[in-house]
Protein backbone atom coordinates (compact mmCIF):
# COMPACT_ATOMS: atom_id res chain seq x y z
CA UNK A 1 0.00 0.00 0.00
CA UNK A 2 1.33 3.02 -0.93
CA UNK A 3 1.87 5.61 1.36
CA UNK A 4 2.69 9.51 1.57
CA UNK A 5 3.40 11.43 4.23
CA UNK A 6 3.79 15.39 3.95
CA UNK A 7 5.75 17.40 6.43
CA UNK A 8 7.29 20.81 7.10
CA UNK A 9 3.70 23.67 6.79
CA UNK A 10 3.53 25.68 9.01
CA UNK A 11 2.69 29.98 10.16
CA UNK A 12 5.05 32.40 8.43
CA UNK A 13 5.05 36.10 7.78
CA UNK A 14 4.92 37.68 4.05
CA UNK A 15 8.10 36.87 2.33
CA UNK A 16 9.93 34.13 4.78
CA UNK A 17 10.73 30.65 2.82
CA UNK A 18 9.63 26.85 3.93
CA UNK A 19 10.18 23.35 2.39
CA UNK A 20 8.03 20.80 2.30
CA UNK A 21 8.85 17.13 1.99
CA UNK A 22 6.57 14.12 1.26
CA UNK A 23 8.32 10.95 1.66
CA UNK A 24 6.73 7.69 -0.29
CA UNK A 25 6.59 4.26 1.54
CA UNK A 26 5.37 1.24 -0.12
CA UNK A 27 5.92 1.35 -3.68
CA UNK A 28 8.62 2.40 -6.07
CA UNK A 29 9.43 6.00 -5.75
CA UNK A 30 10.80 6.12 -8.94
CA UNK A 31 8.33 5.29 -11.38
CA UNK A 32 5.79 7.77 -10.05
CA UNK A 33 5.03 11.07 -11.51
CA UNK A 34 4.46 13.35 -8.35
CA UNK A 35 2.70 16.60 -8.10
CA UNK A 36 2.25 19.41 -5.09
CA UNK A 37 -1.56 20.64 -4.49
CA UNK A 38 -3.08 23.18 -2.51
CA UNK A 39 -6.41 24.29 -1.23
CA UNK A 40 -7.77 27.22 0.94
CA UNK A 41 -11.19 27.00 2.59
CA UNK A 42 -14.15 27.36 -0.23
CA UNK A 43 -12.23 26.86 -2.55
CA UNK A 44 -11.02 23.59 -5.13
CA UNK A 45 -7.85 21.37 -4.82
CA UNK A 46 -5.69 22.64 -7.51
CA UNK A 47 -1.77 21.93 -9.20
CA UNK A 48 0.84 23.80 -7.74
CA UNK A 49 3.95 22.48 -9.37
CA UNK A 50 4.62 18.71 -10.61
CA UNK A 51 7.44 16.90 -11.59
CA UNK A 52 8.08 13.92 -13.88
CA UNK A 53 9.35 10.41 -12.65
CA UNK A 54 13.03 11.01 -14.28
CA UNK A 55 13.03 14.68 -11.78
CA UNK A 56 13.80 16.01 -15.69
CA UNK A 57 10.19 17.75 -16.44
CA UNK A 58 8.88 20.05 -14.21
CA UNK A 59 6.03 22.60 -14.53
CA UNK A 60 4.50 25.14 -11.84
CA UNK A 61 0.97 27.06 -12.29
CA UNK A 62 2.05 30.92 -13.06
CA UNK A 63 1.11 32.13 -9.43
CA UNK A 64 4.07 30.36 -7.83
CA UNK A 65 6.93 30.76 -11.07
CA UNK A 66 9.95 32.32 -9.76
CA UNK A 67 9.13 31.67 -6.04
CA UNK A 68 8.34 28.00 -5.68
CA UNK A 69 10.52 24.99 -6.70
CA UNK A 70 9.77 21.51 -7.05
CA UNK A 71 12.64 18.35 -6.56
CA UNK A 72 12.97 14.54 -6.04
CA UNK A 73 15.38 12.59 -4.33
CA UNK A 74 14.14 9.16 -5.47
CA UNK A 75 17.38 7.70 -3.32
CA UNK A 76 15.32 8.75 0.01
CA UNK A 77 11.78 8.65 -1.67
CA UNK A 78 10.96 12.26 -0.68
CA UNK A 79 9.59 15.36 -3.29
CA UNK A 80 9.89 18.51 -2.14
CA UNK A 81 8.37 22.01 -2.53
CA UNK A 82 10.49 24.88 -1.82
CA UNK A 83 8.43 28.04 -1.40
CA UNK A 84 10.34 31.53 -1.55
CA UNK A 85 9.13 34.86 -0.92
CA UNK A 86 5.48 33.14 0.37
CA UNK A 87 2.79 35.24 0.24
CA UNK A 88 -0.95 35.50 1.94
CA UNK A 89 -2.65 34.12 -0.96
CA UNK A 90 -0.15 30.96 -0.72
CA UNK A 91 -2.45 30.24 2.56
CA UNK A 92 -3.57 26.99 2.05
CA UNK A 93 -3.34 22.96 2.80
CA UNK A 94 -0.59 21.42 0.79
CA UNK A 95 -1.16 17.76 -0.53
CA UNK A 96 1.37 15.64 -2.56
CA UNK A 97 -0.26 13.24 -4.71
CA UNK A 98 1.39 10.62 -6.75
CA UNK A 99 0.55 9.50 -10.47
CA UNK A 100 1.35 6.32 -12.04
CA UNK A 101 0.99 7.25 -15.52
CA UNK A 102 3.86 8.69 -17.92
CA UNK A 103 1.56 11.19 -19.41
CA UNK A 104 1.68 14.40 -16.93
CA UNK A 105 -1.34 15.62 -15.62
CA UNK A 106 -2.75 19.01 -13.59
CA UNK A 107 -6.00 16.80 -12.17
CA UNK A 108 -5.97 15.95 -8.94
CA UNK A 109 -8.57 13.04 -10.21
CA UNK A 110 -6.02 11.56 -11.83
CA UNK A 111 -3.48 10.98 -9.43
CA UNK A 112 -3.79 7.99 -7.33
CA UNK A 113 -2.35 8.31 -4.13
CA UNK A 114 -2.63 11.14 -1.85
CA UNK A 115 -0.73 12.58 1.49
CA UNK A 116 -3.12 14.00 4.44
CA UNK A 117 -1.97 17.28 3.83
CA UNK A 118 0.16 20.04 5.59
CA UNK A 119 -1.00 23.46 6.54
CA UNK A 120 0.78 26.55 5.03
CA UNK A 121 -0.73 30.12 6.86
CA UNK A 122 1.54 33.23 5.58
CA UNK A 123 0.62 36.29 7.49
CA UNK A 124 0.81 39.75 6.23
Known amino acids: QVQLVESGGGLVQAGDSLRLSCALS????????LGWFRQAPGKERDLVAR????????SYVDSVKGRFTISRDNASKTVYLHMNNLKPEDTARYYC?????????????????WGQGTQVTVSS
Open 97 to 113: AARLMLVPSNLPREYHY
Open 51 to 58: ISPSGTKT
Open 26 to 33: GGTFSVYG
